[in-house]
């Protein structure tokens, strides 16, 4: 996971968006993360922490900056669709036990089992606390039908605006907790939804990143929105894995 930053030098309190390190150079996140406002964009991607204020969990954290972003070019405010982006760092990031690239899903078709854990992390509000979390989180999710995601969504003209087709299935991923009792909280944009690598231990495959979050934590039936990775591989290996020739 990275812990994006948007002032000149990295500093703990203008770290704000989440996203995922998918190569040695490049960070995977949604277009919500590419500014801070309407003119401050993202300057830092830190790799290796946990919190972001001590300096004595035993992580080893590192600050890349970002010289390169990248919108996808079908995104429009205030629609959730095709809300991804990409941030490229000014040098290579150095691969440790701290530190390694996230797989990417690349079946369309996929979807969780009920033997599949699903697994969000970021930084994100504990409880109704509307702060940023200092530490790295995670929590298990469920798969949430269309359906209901889009029916908590329409419930306000806000909703209906950012999801004026309803929940795209092929692009879009809802996840929350059937029961009520965990959640998100909303989390912060750019988090990563993900399961764990079939083949490869302590490796995992991130399936979605977080665009929409309702910010009710935790309430049943009140799932969060994912832009589906796989609907957009293509679009992702041409800038980070271009062919040559």
């Known amino acids: ?55 004595t969990d035993d992580a080893r954290p590192t600050d890349y900056q970002i010289d390169q972003r990248i919108v996808h070019p079908d995104f429009r405010k205030p629609s959730l669709y095709n809300d991804i982006a990409l941030f490229h760092l000014d040098q290579d990031v150095e691969f440790s036990s701290y530190v390694r690239p996230m797989c990417l899903n690349a079946d369309p078709n996929w979807q969780s089992s009920a033997s599949q854990i699903v697994i969000s992390t970021g930084w994100g509000p504990i409880l109704d606390d509307k702060s ?17 995601c889009k029916s908590n969504y329409y419930a306000s003209i806000a909703g209906r605006k950012q999801l004026m087709h309803g929940i795209v299935e092929d692009s879009m991923i809802c996840a929350g907790d059937v029961s009520g009792e965990k959640d998100i909280c909303g989390g912060i944009a750019g988090s990563s939804l993900q399961i764990v690598h079939a083949n490869h231990t302590c490796m995992y495959t991130q399936v979605g990143v977080l665009s929409a979050g309702k910010g009710q934590c935790p309430k049943k039936d009140s799932p969060d929105i994912y832009t589906r990775v796989s609907k957009f591989l293509p679009w992702i290996e041409q800038i980070v894995w271009p062919k040559s020739g």
């Open 132 to 148: 940023m979390s200092l530490d790295l989180l995670k929590v298990s999710l469920d798969i949430i039908s269309a359906d209901l």
């Open 1 to 55: 996971m990275a812990l994006l930053g948007y002032s000149k030098y990295p500093r703990d309190d203008t770290w704000a968006c989440s996203g995922s390190l998918i190569s040695n150079r490049w960070i995977l996140s949604t277009v919500g993360c590419e500014r801070l406002g309407n003119t401050t964009v993202v300057q830092w991607a830190r790799l290796g922490g946990l919190n972001y204020s001590s300096e």
